[in-house]
């Protein structure tokens, strides 16, 4: 089975700028999860999406965005651009199911974001 | 919020079993303990996971002790590949909404030949 997908691998942006990222999870998981990682805050969560609604929400601003498709795909936004968002970003894909199943998540490679 | 304490670094001859120790003292009774390990750069990895029982697979096994307090991870041979940082994990099963992990800062294993 092929894993999480991400691109693009690497993007180089300048201030002010947007970006969107995206994200193919495991065929047959509909849960998607994004997380950010940088040096000084470690890895952060920003956002879930399952069945392409945001179910859950971290403590980012709402420059930061996501949305998912029917697929499952999942894109995440990034608008007016600051040079704190520099970082690598990751996605995460699990079933997204609860009811007594344990819902590993698994990562993609990530996207390193570089704003100038 | 942290929900465990890893010590920062550890070191670990090639060969050697390496034995990753994690506290969870608030632990709840619904909550399961995940490792996960990111080399450089790369997308965290995920390797085990349990909930009071002991576990075993292919990369490594799970110790969690009875009082489910703590657990140990335990690389039975390291190699140089297994240089990463280790991320030991707790989190809610059986309910949405519980896929927002916290990471923490981990352990750094440096495997030495």
């Known amino acids: 089975k092929a894993g999480v997908t991400q691109t693009p691998r690497y993007l180089i942006k300048t201030r002010g700028q947007q970006v969107t990222l995206s994200c193919s999870p495991i065929s047959g998981h509909r849960s998607v999860s994004w997380y950010q990682q940088t040096p000084g805050q470690g890895l952060q969560f920003l956002f879930e999406y399952f069945s392409e609604t945001q179910r859950n929400k971290g403590n980012f601003p709402g420059r930061f965005s996501g949305r998912q498709f029917s697929n499952s795909r999942s894109e995440m936004n990034v608008s007016t651009l600051e040079l704190g968002d520099s970082a690598l970003y990751l996605c995460?894909?699990?079933?997204?199911?609860?009811?007594?199943?344990?819902?590993?998540?698994?990562f993609g490679p990530g996207t390193r974001l570089t704003v100038l | 919020d942290a929900k465990t304490t890893q010590p920062t670094s550890m070191d670990c001859a090639e060969g050697r079993a390496a034995n990753l120790p994690c506290n969870h003292s608030?632990?709840?009774?619904?909550?399961?303990v995940y490792w996960y390990r990111q080399i450089h750069s790369q997308g965290p990895q995920y390797i085990i996971h349990?909930?009071?029982n002991n576990e075993t697979n292919e990369m490594a096994s799970l110790i969690i002790t009875e009082d489910r307090k703590s657990s140990t991870l335990i690389l039975p041979h390291a190699t140089l590949r297994d240089t990463a940082v280790y991320y030991c994990i707790v989190r809610v099963e059986g309910e949405t909404g519980a896929n927002n992990l916290f990471f923490g800062t981990g352990t750094r294993l440096t495997v030495i030949p």
């Open positions: 608030t632990i709840s009774g619904n909550e399961y």
């Open positions: 995460a894909s699990s079933s997204g199911l609860a009811g007594g199943i344990t819902d590993t998540q698994y």
């Open positions: 349990g909930l009071k």
